[in-house]
């Protein structure tokens, strides 16, 4: 089931665009502005909404780590902003000056990739902010762009109905007539498919045309093999021109929004339709998926941005893998690590630790050294992150591999609580999942279902001490 919870209507033009980091959504339009907003109540940052681009804003994107915004607009520039506090960072001018369309980050942020109306791409050299390669399609304009998930290659797509597939060296190595009438966006899902035949690991793209059809491919890149595009499938229910599409962060879903108005949500593995979805009263321009909660946003040229949210009942991509598998963790493969990552408000590191061959052993040995030192991760708020995302499962291992006291679980989670709070009921929860239960639930108490007279939580930290001190004697 899938619920619309909020609509934003702040713009005063068509909606061209909207990106979603960890803690923020990002909006943007034919009225030259960025809107940010946070997604704990969807209200707008004390610095939105963004202004410096002198003509229509036709498309924003987060940096993997959030902490910076991109984005491109007819005035031939790509600006980059600070989200902390909206500082303009770099004005990116398009060495032709033509009308910038679209804008991507690589997954560890080293690039961004900016793509114009006279088909020229640039890679911008995020360090510097200064031009590090450019190209041209060879016909039409630049509208669609998306990176693999390591980072070694990126595809554009054209209004010629062109697919063009870049190495991280701006060189083309393989071209596609994919949509006859153009294409309009494309996506590459975070998450490889396997094949198990050959032990290939294909990234599984989609790109959506004005010739109203959605195509999945399969990538396979390999150093020796070269390049491969093979087309997999067509997904239908639009009825006209499909203008965006985006997957979930576990790539089991892919959301798309048409000239038809609808927004519709497809199941990859079968093509199936789950949702469709026909609130927005113009074309839908733009959709995207939440990276670690279940929530979509689809944008409209009817000038407003709604917010969905799935049933928490339902699978997503912020189910953590352990709850899905009963592989030990130090068994986890590559692709186990890459799921893990994605649930734990990490995803900007998949690139990384793939490149690195991090699987489940490799992860539980990582230490503030060699995440500094092997993984080059400069930031120390990310490392610490990180590490405390790693900790969080280590203590997790403790808890599922001997029984834990019954005071020191959640009774939402039925997890061993990290920390605790007191509710008005007088029971102690996980912080986090009381705090969800309240958002999302009426504010009644998860023990008795009678209406909690005070929505304060006060830390508990008699039981966060006795859980610590629990932890060490099963640690010995």
């Known amino acids: 089931m ?75 520039t790509t600006m980059v902003w600070d989200t902390c506090d909206g500082r303009t960072l770099a004005v990116l001018e398009q060495p032709s000056g033509s009308p910038v369309r679209v804008c991507r980050f690589s997954p560890g942020s080293t690039y961004l990739v900016s793509g114009a109306a006279d088909g020229s791409v640039v890679l911008w050299n995020m360090q510097s902010l200064k031009l590090y390669r450019s190209g041209n399609v060879k016909d039409g304009s630049l509208v669609a762009c998306a990176f693999s998930p390591n980072g070694n290659f990126f595809v554009t797509g054209s209004s010629s109905g062109d697919l063009t597939i870049w190495d991280d060296k701006m060189r083309c190595l393989y071209n596609e007539k994919a949509h006859d009438l153009g294409v309009t966006c494309c996506d590459i899902s975070s998450q490889p498919i396997s094949d198990g035949e050959h032990g290939f690991r294909y990234f599984q793209m989609a790109s959506c045309g004005q010739d109203t059809q959605i195509k999945l491919w399969l990538i396979l890149f390999a150093d020796v093999l070269g390049v491969e595009l093979k087309y997999k499938c ?80 339902q699978p997503y991509a912020g189910d953590t893998v352990e709850n899905e598998s009963k592989v030990a963790v130090e068994d986890w493969s590559e692709d186990d690590v890459s799921a893990w990552l994605c649930a734990q408000d990490l995803a900007g590191f998949v690139g990384l630790f793939k490149m690195n061959n991090i699987d489940g ?116």
């Open 2 to 76: 899938v619920t619309l919870i909020h609509t934003l209507a702040d713009h005063r033009d068509d909606v061209n665009y909207c990106a979603f980091s960890s803690s923020c959504l990002a909006t943007c339009s034919l009225d030259k502005t960025i809107r940010v907003y946070s997604l704990n109540n969807f209200t707008e940052l004390p610095y939105s909404p963004l202004r410096g681009h002198t003509y229509a804003v036709h498309c924003c994107c987060f940096s993997p780590s959030g902490h910076v915004l991109a984005s491109c607009s007819t005035d031939g």
């Open 234 to 313: 067509t997904l239908n229910g639009h009825s006209a021109p499909v203008l965006a599409c985006a997957f979930s962060c576990d790539g089991q879903m892919l959301v798309s929004g048409s000239v038809d108005k609808c927004v519709i949500i497809h199941e990859t593995s079968t093509g199936n339709t789950l949702h469709t979805l026909s609130q927005h009263t113009r074309y839908v321009t733009t959709c995207a998926f939440a990276p670690y909660s279940p929530l979509l946003a689809t944008g409209s040229m009817d000038k407003t941005v709604n917010i969905w949210q799935f049933d928490l009942k």
């Open 361 to 476: 052993k490799e992860l539980l040995n990582l230490t503030k050294e060699s995440l500094t030192n092997e993984l080059k991760i400069e930031s120390l708020g990310l490392r610490s992150k990180v590490l405390q995302k790693i900790e969080e499962l280590r203590m997790k291992m403790v808890s599922d591999s001997v029984t834990v006291p019954d005071e020191f679980l959640c009774p939402i989670t039925r997890e061993l609580m990290k920390d605790p709070v007191i509710a008005a009921d007088g029971y102690s929860y996980e912080k986090e999942a009381m705090e969800n239960w309240i958002s999302t639930k009426r504010p009644s108490s998860p023990m008795t279902n009678l209406p909690l007279h005070s929505l304060t939580l006060t830390p508990n930290r008699t039981l966060k001490m006795a859980i610590s001190r629990w932890l060490e004697t099963q640690q010995k």
